[in-house]
């Protein structure tokens, strides 16, 4: 009567057997699981280091391009300072020599009217010309000096105008490389996060937690990545 109570023993280690099969089952499943987030989290912080790696290497290079820009810009606004200084002399010459000439033909000097209209500078002397065939000492109408022709041209304003503008867009160019490089930067901060967060992914035991660590840490990555794709790349 007694053995039919009692489970038999051959019963009872086909029941273990099962239970610790079962245990070493799921131990190989959570393992295989674990392993697939260590891969992952692997791949995730080779592909954050090299690209943290890549972006304070773009960043350090457009931060010498602004330096090299600015530099260059401001040469162009001291040359340019230099020919606006440059023109205001020769301006100077030319109405010197002007006042001189009409004091001259004033005085009936004529000898000093002709040596001082033969060494006018050919820009003046152009403009000095074409204003004399408009009869200014008769003509009420014609401009009051050469000065104020149109023939007057000096080069000199013109480089300075030029210069001017060279010097401004290489300050906007130095701006834009400033921003490029704060960019990248940011990036660099991005990916040390993807770092942070892939790192500490595979320390928790909670299954949950270890994906949601590594699901923020996928999405800062893939946000860094595009952003990454839309940067350009410095090659001066």
Not at 75 to 85: C, M, P, T, V, W
Not at 104 to 122: C, H, I, M, T, Y
Not at 155 to 180: F, I, Y
Request: aromatic share 8%; proline share 4%; net charge negative.
């Amino acid at each position: 009567m007694e053995s039919e109570r009692e489970p038999s023993s051959s019963a009872i280690g086909s029941e273990e057997s099962s239970a610790i099969l079962r245990r070493i089952l799921d131990a190989v499943e959570k393992r295989e699981r674990k392993e697939w987030v260590e891969i992952a989290s692997a791949l995730l912080l080779a592909i954050a280091t090299v690209g943290s790696a890549w972006c304070a290497y773009q960043s350090t290079l457009w931060g010498g391009v602004q330096t090299f820009r600015l530099a260059a810009g401001n040469r162009a606004g001291r040359e340019s300072s230099e020919q606006a200084i440059a023109a205001l002399q020769t301006r100077m010459i030319d109405g010197i020599m002007l006042i001189s000439f009409l004091e001259a033909r004033g005085r009936g000097d004529q000898e000093l009217e002709k040596f001082l209209s033969e060494r006018f500078r050919p820009e003046m002397k152009i403009s000095f010309d074409a204003w004399m065939k408009t009869d200014p000492f008769h003509n009420p109408e014609a401009p009051p000096h050469p000065l104020k022709m149109a023939e007057y041209v000096q080069p000199e304003v013109q480089a300075s105008s030029e210069l001017e503008e060279e010097s401004a867009r290489m300050r906007t160019a130095a701006q834009e490389a400033n921003q490029v490089s704060d960019t990248y930067v940011l990036l660099t901060v991005l990916f040390a996060s993807v770092l942070f967060f892939g790192g500490i992914g595979g320390m928790f035991q909670s299954r949950r937690l270890r994906i949601a660590v590594m699901v923020i840490g996928l999405a800062l990555f893939l946000v860094t990545i595009i952003s990454l794709g839309g940067m350009p790349v410095c090659r001066e």
